[in-house]
């Protein structure tokens, strides 16, 4: 297919939760001469890591099953689909930068663990301590406490009383029916446990972006990936059509590739908080319990989101001749 010229658009930035700083901070970035879109959703989301939103993102909180906090990122060009993104990130703050990083200085998509913390050394970013008092009494509280809550299943000593180090319960040369292996309905998430920051932008180019940061859930099992990290799941943009991302259950909502179905549907004509419903629907009819969201935005500034296992949803709004953001409340599907 040719190129075709991207003419005038009115810019506006969406994203997850009332994070009225970082959609301020991404569309200032916006309107900054020979800013992109994927400036602002970089700016965005470093809003969220640095300020810590709701726990949920950045570093010194949610400290995993070791104590330690690591971090998940994904950054998307909607012009030419490339993607950025790092999971299992340690001892670096700055994870949509990092992602960005991937973007730019490599054909890669995606790095995890300490090969991308080496990665983001050798680009210059600082190697640093994520732990916080905050976490770091979090954690002892919950070592306390027998490791409750966690998510082992199938494993001796029994995960709901105590603590590890856990081996399989299954016997090796057993014969186990499928029942054994199917996936137990999640309980829902509580507070402070799904606010993922996810931003999708569009600027005066008509250009669009999209990202995602998280430090992924609390005492979570050492090298677990959230979907944030993944294109699809915690997020997706193209230019064509506009760009969806989530925010909830990842290990739920990654089965799913929520993000890519909302864009998906959209593309077929479905306005934004319709392809958001059926993306959400789509995951209850197997995980009733589950907490999420999917929030989209149409490459002509419309936008909507759906949600699930809560009461209701907000997420944040900055468009052109606005002054602040305006938060937009919905409320969650009954299924």
Same mark, same amino acid.
Request: aromatic share 8%; with cysteine.
């Given at each position: 297919?040719?190129?075709?010229?991207?003419?005038?658009?009115?810019?506006?930035?969406?994203?997850?939760?009332?994070?009225?700083?970082?959609?301020?901070?991404?569309?200032?970035?916006?309107?900054?001469?020979?800013?992109?879109?994927?400036?602002?959703?970089?700016?965005?989301?470093?809003?969220?890591?640095?300020?810590?939103?709701?726990?949920?993102?950045?570093?010194?909180?949610?400290?995993?099953?070791?104590?330690?906090?690591?971090?998940?990122?994904?950054?998307?060009?909607?012009?030419? *689909?490339?993607? %950025? =993104?790092?999971? $299992?990130?340690?001892?670096? &703050?700055?994870?949509?930068? !990092? +992602?960005?990083?991937? @973007?730019?200085?490599?054909?890669?998509?995606?790095?995890?663990?300490?090969?991308?913390?080496?990665?983001?050394?050798?680009?210059?970013?600082?190697?640093?301590?994520?732990?916080?008092?905050?976490?770091?009494?979090?954690?002892?509280?919950?070592?306390?406490?027998?490791?409750?809550?966690?998510?082992?299943?199938?494993?001796?000593?029994?995960?709901?009383?105590?603590?590890?180090?856990?081996?399989?319960?299954?016997?090796?040369?057993?014969?186990?029916?499928?029942?054994?292996?199917?996936?137990?309905?999640?309980?829902?998430?509580?507070?402070?446990?799904?606010?993922?920051?996810?931003?999708?932008?569009?600027?005066?180019?008509?250009? *669009?972006?999209? %990202? =995602?940061?998280? $430090?992924?859930?609390?005492? &979570?099992?050492?090298?677990? !990936? +959230?979907?944030?990290? @993944?294109?699809?799941?915690?997020?997706?943009?193209?230019?064509?059509?506009?760009?969806?991302?989530?925010?909830?259950?990842?290990?739920?909502?990654?089965?799913?590739?929520?993000?890519?179905?909302?864009?998906?549907?959209?593309?077929?004509?479905?306005?934004?908080?319709?392809?958001?419903?059926?993306?959400?629907?789509?995951?209850?009819?197997?995980?009733?319990?589950?907490?999420?969201?999917?929030?989209?935005?149409?490459?002509?500034?419309?936008?909507?989101?759906?949600?699930?296992?809560?009461?209701?949803?907000?997420?944040?709004?900055?468009?052109?001749?606005?002054?602040?953001?305006?938060?937009?409340?919905?409320?969650?599907?009954?299924?």
């Amino acid at each position: 297919m040719s190129s075709t010229t991207q003419t005038a658009a009115s810019p506006i930035v969406v994203n997850t939760w009332p994070f009225i700083n970082a959609t301020r901070n991404a569309f200032a970035t916006l309107l900054t001469p020979g800013a992109t879109c994927l400036d602002a959703v970089e700016v965005g989301c470093r809003t969220c890591e640095d300020e810590q939103c709701d726990g949920s993102v950045g570093w010194g909180n949610h400290p995993d099953e070791n104590g330690e906090t690591t971090l998940d990122a994904l950054i998307m060009d909607g012009r030419t *689909m490339g993607v %950025g =993104a790092v999971a $299992n990130l340690h001892r670096i &703050k700055n994870a949509i930068g !990092v +992602a960005r990083a991937v @973007l730019r200085y490599s054909t890669h998509s995606l790095l995890v663990g300490e090969s991308a913390t080496k990665f983001a050394i050798d680009m210059g970013f600082k190697e640093e301590d994520l732990h916080s008092n905050a976490s770091i009494e979090a954690w002892n509280k919950w070592k306390n406490s027998n490791c409750q809550p966690n998510y082992r299943r199938n494993v001796q000593p029994d995960p709901t009383t105590s603590c590890g180090p856990y081996t399989p319960k299954f016997e090796a040369g057993k014969i186990y029916t499928y029942i054994d292996e199917e996936i137990p309905s999640h309980r829902p998430l509580p507070d402070g446990e799904h606010d993922t920051i996810g931003m999708l932008a569009v600027d005066p180019n008509g250009n *669009m972006a999209a %990202g =995602a940061s998280t $430090n992924g859930l609390q005492f &979570k099992i050492p090298g677990r !990936v +959230a979907d944030s990290a @993944l294109v699809g799941s915690g997020a997706y943009v193209d230019n064509e059509v506009g760009g969806a991302c989530a925010t909830g259950d990842g290990d739920v909502m990654q089965r799913f590739v929520p993000s890519y179905h909302a864009v998906q549907l959209m593309r077929q004509g479905t306005a934004p908080d319709e392809a958001c419903s059926d993306a959400i629907a789509r995951i209850a009819k197997f995980y009733a319990n589950f907490t999420g969201a999917v929030l989209a935005l149409g490459k002509d500034g419309r936008h909507g989101a759906a949600c699930h296992g809560m009461n209701s949803f907000p997420y944040s709004v900055m468009q052109q001749g606005w002054k602040d953001p305006q938060i937009v409340q919905i409320p969650c599907l009954k299924l």
